[in-house]
């Protein structure tokens, strides 16, 4: 891609600010798409649909507002992504437990993905933050209130 120091300005390639906009045929039909890669990334990280021009053939030329507009577009879903991400891997339930009902335990779940060896850890905190138990189990471990509860009830035993 780009280098910071580097602009480009052209019809249908804008390289600036950490991002390249660049005007593509829509392999879906007959119109155009605008492909938004950060720098140093192989995949764009958004694609959405381009206008056509006047003559209805060609795309409508790239220029400042709009590539603007798509910098903060493809900035935002990024971020987005990046906290759907994080929380589908890092997921807590706080469950009260126990026969009074009045002990309150967060348990949480930490998955680490991998390609070839994922890996998650579930572990139990009390009010006070203190460790109650941790525990390897298998990255596809549904963490939902009856499984918190069932785990803590259970004292902390290798789940279900």
Do not use: C, Y
Not at 79 to 101: D, K, P
Request: proline content about 6%.
């Amino acid at each position: 891609m780009t280098h910071d120091d580097t602009k480009i300005q052209e019809p249908r390639l804008w390289a600036s600010d950490g991002w390249t906009a660049r005007v593509i045929k829509n392999e879906d039909d007959d119109g155009w798409a605008v492909a938004m890669t950060r720098d140093g990334q192989a995949e764009p990280a958004l694609i959405g649909p381009w206008t056509m021009g006047r003559d209805k053939k060609n795309p409508k030329p790239l220029d400042g507002n709009a590539f603007s507009t798509l910098v903060k577009t493809a900035s935002e879903f990024v971020r987005r992504s990046e906290q759907q991400l994080h929380a589908a891997l890092h997921q807590s339930i706080t469950v009260t437990a126990g026969g009074g009902g009045s002990a309150r335990v967060t348990v949480h779940l930490d998955i680490e993905p991998d390609d070839d060896n994922p890996t998650a850890v579930l572990s139990a905190r009390d009010a006070g933050d203190d460790l109650l138990a941790e525990m390897r189990v298998a990255p596809s471990f549904k963490l939902n209130r009856s499984s918190a509860v069932a785990w803590v009830e259970g004292g902390f035993g290798k789940p279900k």
